[in-house]
């Protein structure tokens, strides 16, 4: 719900407020009447109507984020037909005390249906594999995407050689 209470010297009342489409969408609603605070019904009936116009904009959000979804179509990454946007292959580095380690993992980012807002999450290749960590990032990134079928993501592996090739000159820029 959208619906805050404010209070400061300026202003007391609701505010109503989402971006729907990129968009801030807000609306008052004073709870001041004839120089003093409302109270009881009149309150009630001011609240409520703030409420109600947070339902129609939650409407209106949610259809506008149903058709952008619809209408996204999943990118290739950097030119590249293979790999997936929100999938990664990353070089991390663990120290533990004196001693530090160096493994390859591939890093899902993305926004979750689920969770409603983003997640982030690794799956080691020198643990898993590299197909049964691409397999665990898939499974991960459909099930917070809302994917039930996958099969085409899981095709879509990046090959080795060329992410070694990309993560050894990402080394070379860092150091």
């Not at 037909?81 to 001693?99: F, N």
């Not at 960590?133 to 079928?149: D, I, N, P, T």
């Not at 085409?152 to 993560?167: D, G, W």
Request: glycine share 8%; with cysteine.
């Amino acid at each position: 719900m959208s619906v805050y209470l404010i209070d400061n010297d300026s202003f007391f009342g609701y505010r109503v407020r989402r971006v729907i489409g990129g968009v801030p969408h807000q609306h008052y609603f004073s709870l001041l009447g004839n120089g003093k605070r409302l109270k009881g019904k009149d309150r009630a009936v001011v609240e409520s109507s703030a409420e109600k116009l947070d339902l129609k904009l939650e409407k209106q959000q949610t259809k506008a984020r149903r058709s952008r979804e619809r209408e996204s179509i999943p990118s290739n990454r950097a030119g590249d037909p293979l790999g997936v946007k929100g999938i990664s292959v990353r070089s991390k580095r663990t120290v533990r005390g004196a001693k530090s380690y160096d493994y390859t993992v591939f890093q899902v980012n993305c926004m979750s249906k689920i969770e409603e807002k983003p997640v982030c999450t690794t799956f080691s290749i020198d643990a898993h594999g590299w197909e049964g960590a691409w397999l665990q990032a898939v499974r991960f990134y459909a099930k917070h995407k809302g994917l039930r079928q996958y099969g085409h993501l899981v095709e879509r592996i990046p090959s080795q050689q060329k992410a070694k090739k990309i993560l050894k000159q990402k080394a070379r820029k860092a150091g």
